[in-house]
């Protein structure tokens, strides 16, 4: 029996005198407490993106192609007379096919119609004007419109402010895990950084809808989000 107690007695020893784990630890031995973080900030997205597409038809390819050719001349013309560099200007979405209309009379056969579509996608960077510039778009012949997007061209300041809070952030919830358990906050063993950029949502609606909104000051950027998400691993006292 006294071989048993004196057994019991060391374990019990060894099992105090090891060290208690608060969380991952770059050391052995190390006391450690990890915690992930956050930092957001709002700025208000000062460049749009807008792709605006002309689809003509005609029995005749031929046909079609020369009159989307000459829309998308006029096109251009407008979107450069707001300012835009060419440069800022690229085609998207070029594409021609032939459609035939169904008819539910095998026997009666309906004329079919090549379709040509050619699109822009136009880089505006004063996005106040965005909804002048799709207004003017659609009475010069565009018919489509696949999408706005904004976002903020230089956004350094807001993620280096964003990363400020998320360590702050994440400093806060350390001491306040540690107090709980009756520990205090030590150095910090290891900072790990996850960039995480949330554009302004992007639109999408018809040319007419487009204009609808243009005409009615609806075209709006709203705010872009930035944020650092960190991961922190601090010491215990």
Do not use: H
Not at 52 to 75: C, H, W, Y
Not at 98 to 127: C, L, M, W
Not at 167 to 177: F, M, R, Y
């Amino acid at each position: 029996m006294k071989k048993l107690s004196v057994f019991v007695f060391a374990a019990l020893a060894v099992c105090i005198a090891m060290p208690v784990f608060a969380g991952g630890s770059s050391e052995k031995g190390a006391d450690t407490i990890t915690v992930f973080a956050q930092g957001i900030v709002t700025a208000v997205p000062d460049t749009a993106v807008v792709q605006l597409g002309i689809e003509t038809r005609s029995p005749s390819v031929k046909d079609a192609f020369a009159q989307n050719r000459e829309t998308m001349v006029n096109l251009r013309s407008v979107v450069l007379g707001f300012g835009i560099k060419e440069s800022d200007i690229s085609t998207v979405n070029y594409s021609v096919f032939y459609e035939e209309p169904y008819s539910a009379d095998p026997q009666t056969k309906r004329e079919g119609f090549y379709r040509v579509s050619n699109g822009i996608s136009v880089t505006v960077r004063n996005s106040e004007s965005i909804g002048s510039l799709i207004g003017a778009a659609v009475e010069a012949g565009a018919n489509q419109l696949w999408g706005v997007s904004f976002y903020v061209s230089d956004s350094s300041a807001a993620e280096q402010e964003a990363r400020e809070q998320a360590i702050k952030n994440a400093e806060a919830k350390a001491a306040t895990l540690a107090g709980a358990a009756g520990r205090k906050l030590g150095a910090v063993v290891s900072i790990a950084e996850t960039d995480g950029y949330s554009p302004a949502p992007m639109m999408l609606m018809s040319a007419r809808s487009a204009a609808y909104a243009a005409d009615n000051g609806t075209v709006s950027p709203g705010e872009a989000e930035i944020r650092s998400s960190v991961q922190v691993v601090y010491s215990l006292k």
